[in-house]
Each structure stands twice: as structure tokens, then as C-alpha cells.
């Protein structure tokens, strides 16, 4: 997936049914599509509303959707499961996940789910069955439980299983417990067989060990050998990243890092996750120091199919976060683009989205007298030049210029070399890097405009960005 | 379905799988077979169990199985269905219950379903949507709502739904909802178009008026013509049996008078379902009349459709209602497969199974050692007779005699008669039957041998049985 642009969708957030058909559930209970999400609600999109957009999504220069939880789970957000082999019928059902999937094959697109299989929802059947029946339940061993009775509602009982966070909600399934593991496994390769092109996996440090993920890695390779395999990581996946487990990574550490650098003092502590430690506002060099090291984690080629994004349904929207700054959300995007690993878009981010802290982030996406137009065509350029230059995509990384707030970095793949330069300071900057060749022709500009590059004739490239701005200078097409 | 002979299987209790297969649930949990069931236990019959013994169930003579419902219900019983379109894993799940229709209509037996649609699980997923997002559910228009929030698990507080007998774990569906309605209709026509012969309707009162019984019945026999379409009724189904809804009901009124004719005196008060009135016993005058008025209660041949029994898994068995007085149980069982109606015999009855009120009359059907072969035998040719003369199938019913204990009716179809007497007291008895005639052969006898009939030559048929006995005459071969 090295060479995909992902687009990241909840798809009750995204579009509704384009016509109206006869359904079972009262519309009237859908939240307003354009009021403030709640945290219990639903908007109503579903996977046909998805299908219907997908033309648009092409034109943005998406490869790839990845999708939060598409199964039965009486959450807006679907991350508590309670059956893992069908789709929920709020978002269209079975029927139309198999259109979509068509539909997105058929234009080339590639479709990524999400597999919950940390903990389910308490509507899962064996959770209530053992809620049921005790110890008398045959599903008992499935869950990590510590005594009887079970107590999922009483809080001034002790629970007596395990649960994501605390949150009783959310029972842990028991992954020492070989069913359970055969569970998971045989879920991952129903998917793929059933034409899915790679899954995120959701909370994946308790769901098994090193054995687990690459017994996943062989069996869903054996389904399709070119299964994306990503795990959710908001830390180190250094333990996942050994080439034999996980392709990728949610790459959270880079998205901290692009904040810093690209927003730095402009970031709003309270959009931040809670327990995110103090995001001190990198320089260049920092910045510079902070993205080799990522790079550098891991073996060659994992950063490239790490999954990068500026923020996730999880986060506030980086607009947000930035304290609406524009040119904080054009500059993470440049580096976004322009940095190894695949870039994801947080739906809504591409048109100027905004939404704190989880529930807000998660709006209905804007109709499009609400877009941010020029935003849209930023983001649409970057994945054109991405596309068009395979050392975005595939290059190796070297920065070439790191002061004050000034970042040129270059990209080189198959002889191919682009060059990106990032100020992220108010005032124009120039460096003079020590290649000596000639100017690169510019191929896209962000922010403002009178980025200039001169050299040549044995002299150093001579790169000057306004304030603010960047610039992605190359040898390719 | 005049012609059927029901056998009523609960499959968790019938027969574990033939032989054991790797499964993800834990074997240890189940209730050993043997003991005495517990409200709250499975013990691990499956519908691969129930296919292995159906050359067993034709030998006896069962021409239709009927099944207690085998949706995923996280009860033993599964009475609180939380998806009407699956089979429940711990049955084998969909496979084995494909499996069972095949090996079933190969063998010329039909099946029926258990239709449970007046209430659901607490983990049918609308529900608990419902229970997650209150007034934000689109499916909140699925119960009957009397306020917020709702109330499953806290007795303090009011449920605010409307609920089977006011069981906070069964909610009730609004079937004066649309979508409901429609749901109910199109899962009736899922699983007729899936090949079962016909529906056993739960706790059908608050399910539908006449108009959506009538648009039931058009629909379902458009899938299949020949649907069978049974309502439960604990009581008067008048309603529902003029022609144009059910084509028969549960016939506990029948029930009731057959225990205390058969038992009379020997019914225990603490085996009956709490709230039935006195089983005051009947002699046989006071039998005819129960059974003349609830054969005439009914259009013609609308009796000839009703399901008899004597015990269904919410009642004892009636060996143990009576006593265990095993001549009550044959005098039952004459009575069963002699009077209009399809008798239905609930799974274990026939080898002299015993239990009191549930779970008690819910135990694991016994291995062959413990069957009481001679009542197996007893039922094997009960079944053989009515199967091979068809006025105990078809027949009108008129009593001959009725006086103390001893009952003589006739049963006529297609110029056939069948004569049918039973003596329910200790003594021998005599009837003089005003139907000069040539005594008929006898063909078969229940409890102590010796029944003799006389006749012909223009004299009355003369009929004498021994104490607590009976016996079939008749014409046909």
C-alpha cells in the first residue's frame, strides 16, 4: 500500500442513501445531519451513500477507504461489535457493503475495514449468553472473567471481567483462549475472501503476541497475498514492525510531530487528547530530528506503508487543534503528501472540517456550499504529485536544510529525486543547500505564492519560501 | 397437517452430536445430560443429534417434527429470540439446521418452526440499540415506549416498555408498527422459501389483529401452499380459527380434559401450571361433552388441524401430573391419537419420561436403557393405527356411550368406522351400543388385555373393557 492515498470514513458520518428506500428504522431519530454530533446518536450515512461518492473520492485522488467498523454494534462508531460476519443494517446491510465493495473495485479503489477484535459490545451473543448463564454458559471461556456473578450494570459491583478501559461496556474477548484466537483468524479471512484488500486493526495490543500476528500474517496472506495489514498504535510499534507481523502502523507519533512543527505554538491544549503530553512546538531541526528518528525505527521499507495522517475519529480535527489556522492544515498537508508512509484523510479534513475532541470531530460531512473549495484543490494537487512522482511515494528521506523554521527535505527513488521545502515561520526563509544543480522545476506550491529556486552550473540550489508557505520542487513529470 | 403425527423436540435436550466436532464453546459448561435441568443451563443437544435419530422418530411413527425455536436466544429455551434469521451456534447453526430439512424431507417428515414474535431477547440488536441511544435510536419505534429512559436491569426503577408478563428480559415488539408487521411477514416467508412446512406462532394474541393474521396467511401460502399455520392458545382460540387466519391452535383445552378423565383423581394440584383452575376429574359423560363442545367449537374441519398433547415443554409431563399412573398415560395416549386433531407427542412422553413443572419437564431425553419400551410400543402402534385407518384421521366424532367411566365413540370417514372405548375406571365395564352391528375387528388394545366386543345379527354392538383400559375396533384393514 506504499503507493496509496487513504481516505478515512465513518460511514454513518459520511453520506446518506443518495434516494430514499423503504427501511424498517424511523429517520426521524437521526441526529440533524449538520448539528453537533452527540456522543449517542446517529447520523444516518450508510454504505450506499459511500458508493454514490466515490466518483468524488477518485477526483480527490484517493486509493484506498478505510473504514471505521462496518459490523452491528448499536454505536454510531461501531467499535463494539456484537457480530463480526455481518454489516449493520442501519448502514445498509450486507447488500450494500458488497455494492460498495463493486463499486470501489471496479474504479480501482481498494477498501481497508476495521477489525474490532480487543473487546465486543455486550450485545454480543456468547457475552450474553454468559451474562445469562454463568458458569453454566458455554461461551464462559471466551471472556477474562475473575468471578460470578458478572456485573456489567451495577457499578457498585465489581465487574468480575475484563473491559476495555474500564468501560463495562466493552467486554475483553479472552485471546489465550484458542477458540478465540481461531474466532479472530477465521473473521480475518471471511473479509478477505469475501473481497476486502487489507484491514486496521483496532486495539490490537492485548489480541495477541508475536505468534498470534504472524500466524494472522500467513493465514490472510494466504487469502490474498497482498492483504494490507495495519495495526492501531498511538506509541511505539516497534515490537509489531519486525516484517513479520503488521505491513504498518497508525503512525500517531508523526501526526504529533507535524502538529508541532506545522501549528507549534498555535495548538490548542484542549483539542488535545486527554493524557498527550505538552505538544512543545518543534523547529525545523526538531522537527527534522524527530521525523529521521521515526523513519529510522523501523526497518526499511515499513515507513512507507505506515498509515499518516494529521488527525483520526479519535482526535480533534487538526483545523481545530491548530486554533483554525489555515495554513497550519495546508503546511501538515504539504508534509502529509510529501513524508514516507501512505497519507490518510480523516473524511472532512480535505474541505475544512472542524470538531474538537470526539464527539464534535465527527460531523456529517459538509455539503459542498460549506467546502472549503481551495483547501479541496490542495489536497487534490498533493495527491496528483504524489502520484505523478514515485520518490513520494517510495523514496528514501534525507533532510538537505534544517534552521530556524525551515525544512527542505528531499525524496530519491529509482534515480528520481524531489525536493520539499517547509516554512512554518512568519517570515520568508531561504536556505542554500549544498547540491549543486540546477533549479528542479516547481510542481506545486502551498500557501503563498513566490517560493523561487535557483542554481546550477556547480552552485548550490538556492530555495526562498514566503512565510507560511512551502513548496515541492522535482525531476519528474 | 390432519393427517401428522407431531413430535415435539426441544433440540438442546433431544441428542447431542453424534459424534463430537471441534467447536469454540467450552462442552464443560453444559448441565450433564442426566440431571435435573436448571432454569439456567444448557445441556448440549444439537440439530446434528436430532438428524442422527430421525430413522428412530419414523419407526415410532412421527410424520412432523415440530421444533422449539432454534434461534440464537442465549436461553436454553430460546424463547427470546435475538435474531430471526439465523440458527443458534450452540444448535449447529445454520449448516446442521439445513442438514436436518434435507435428512428430515428425504424421509418424507415435515418440519415446523417456533415463530416467536410477540417479544424479544434483550439482545435483539434493535433493542439494544434502543437501550444505547434512547430517543436517538432509529429503532425506537420497534417497542412499546411509555417513557425515558428504559429500564432492563434496575427492578427500582420503572421498565418504561412493555414487556412478555412483565419480564424486564423479553421486550415486547410493536406490532402496530409497520416495519414490524413487516418483519414479522417477510421472516414467515424466509423460512418457508427455506424449505420449513410450516409455523408453530409463540404467544400469537398480541402479535396481530385478524387483518394481519389474513395477510399472514396470504403470504405465507404463497410461498408455500400447503403452510401449516399453528397459534399457541392456552385457552378459547375461536378468533383465530374461523378459517381465514391459523388453520389450528394448541389445543390445551383438550388437554385439560383428558387429564381428568384419564387421571381423574391422580392429578396432582402442585404439577399443574400455576393459575389453571381445579382439574376437577370427569367422568365419561362429562368428557363427551369437553370434547363435543370443543370439536363444535370450530368450523368443520378446523378441529381435524388442531394440535393435541397431552404436556408441552411448559407444562409437567403428564406421567408426573398424574402421579405417575402409567395407565393414565396410556388411556392418555388412546385418547391422543383417537380424537380429531394431529396428536403431538412431546419428546420423551413416549418411553415414560417424567418431570414436573419447568425445567423439571425439561430434562435431556433418556439413553435407551431407561426408555419404558412397552409405552414406546404402545405409542409406536397408536401411531400405526391412525396412520392406517383414516377415520381416526378425518373422522367425524360421535359419542356412543358415555356412562361412569367408560366412553365408546365413533370415529366415520369415507364409509369407514372406527370404534374407540375407554374405561377410565379400576372396574371392568359394559356398554351396549345402540349400533346393531357385526362386532369389528379389534385392532389394538391399551392397559389389561381382555376387551371383548360383540354384535351382529341386528343386535346392538355390546362392549366390554377391563378397568383403566381401552381398545380400537374397527373396519379397515
Known sequence: MHDAVFYAVNPDRFARDPEPSPHPWDDGALEPWDAPPAHRAYK?????????RLDHLLALGVDALYLTPIWPSTTHHRYKPIDHLRVEPLLGGDAAFDALLAAAHARGLRVVL??????????????????????????RRWFRIA??????????????????????????????????????????????????????????????????????????????????LLGECWT??????????????????????????????????????????????????????????????????????????LGTHDTARFLTVAGGDRASVELGALLLFTLPGAPCLYAGDEVGMQGGLPPASRGGYPSHERWDLALLDLHRRLAAVRRANAPLRRGTLRPLHAAGDLLVFERVAGGETVIVAVNAGTAAARASVPLPRAAPPCLLEVGAAGARASGGAGAPLEVVVPGRSGVVLGACR
Open 147 to 228: 468471578g460470578w456473578p458478572l456485573s456489567p450494570f451495577d457499578p457498585s459491583r465489581p465487574a468480575n471481567y475484563a473491559c476495555w478501559n474500564g468501560n463495562r461496556t466493552m467486554p475483553e474477548l479472552a485471546h489465550d483462549h484458542p477458540p478465540v484466537r481461531e474466532h479472530v483468524l477465521s473473521v480475518v479471512e471471511h473479509w478477505l475472501r469475501r473481497g476486502v484488500d487489507g484491514w486496521r486493526f483496532d486495539a490490537p495490543a492485548g489480541v495477541g503476541d508475536v505468534a498470534f500476528w504472524r500466524e494472522l500474517r500467513r493465514r490472510a496472506r494466504a487469502v490474498r497475498a497482498d492483504a494490507y
Open 236 to 309: 511505539d510499534a516497534s515490537a509489531w514492525l519486525d516484517g513479520t507481523q503488521w505491513d504498518g502502523a497508525t503512525n500517531y507519533p508523526l501526526m504529533g510531530a507535524i502538529h508541532r512543527f506545522a501549528a507549534g505554538a498555535r495548538i490548542r491544549p484542549e483539542h488535545l487528547v486527554p493524557g498527550t503530553p505538552p505538544q512543545v512546538p518543534l523547529d525545523a531541526a526538531g522537527f527534522a530530528r524527530e521525523v529521521e528518528g521515526l523513519v529510522a525505527r523501523h526497518p526499511w521499507p515499513i515507513p512507507l506503508a505506515q498509515l499518516d495522517f
Open 114 to 139: 476495521d477489525g474490532v477484535f480487543n473487546h465486543v459490545g455486550l450485545g454480543f451473543p456468547p457475552f450474553l449468553d454468559v451474562l445469562e448463564y454463568g458458569e453454566r454458559s458455554p461461551w
Open 44 to 52: 444516518g450515512g450508510t454504505l450506499r451513500g459511500l458508493a454514490a
